[in-house]
Nanobody, 130 residues
Framework: QVQLVESGGGLVQPGGSLRLSCVGS????????MVWVRQAPGKEREGVSC????????DYADSVKGRFTISKDYAKNTVYLQMNNLKPEDTAVYYC???????????????????????WGQGTQVTVSS
């Protein structure tokens, strides 16, 4: 069974940085699209960023463009989210996710609807506050 484990969340002041990690097991991130999704209190889950399977193409939500960077380490089967210049509105639980059922060799085309992802990590809390 696919497993995703996030880490790296925490409390940070506005303008600060964090790097989230998501380690995958029992599948290869080289073969599947990976996404980061967040959920703020009282809000629906929101797609933050994606990285394609083989081509490594990336895309971002408008709210994080220029501040967040997604990357993958194929050898470690890990996807990262580097978050810079954090704002209070970035406060949320952050999840990594993938679509194992139909996402083989997936790209970032049409990535943002989060309902399509069938495997999720447990989430890591990010709180941006002074």
């Amino acid at each position: 069974q696919v497993q995703l484990v996030e880490s790296g969340g925490g409390l940070v002041q506005p303008g600060g940085s964090l790097r989230l990690s998501c380690v995958g097991s029992r599948f290869s991130m080289d073969d599947y699209l990976m996404v980061w999704v967040r959920q703020a209190p009282g809000k629906e889950r929101e797609g933050v960023s994606c990285i394609g399977s083989r081509d490594g193409s990336t895309d971002y939500a408008d709210s994080v463009k220029g501040r967040f960077t997604i990357s993958k380490d194929y050898a470690k089967n890990t996807v990262y989210l580097q978050m810079n210049n954090l704002k209070p509105e970035d406060t949320a639980v952050y999840y990594c996710a993938t679509d194992i059922t139909s996402g083989f060799l997936g790209s970032c085309t049409g990535w943002s609807p989060v309902s399509q992802y069938d495997n999720w990590g447990q989430g890591t809390q990010v709180t941006v506050s002074s």
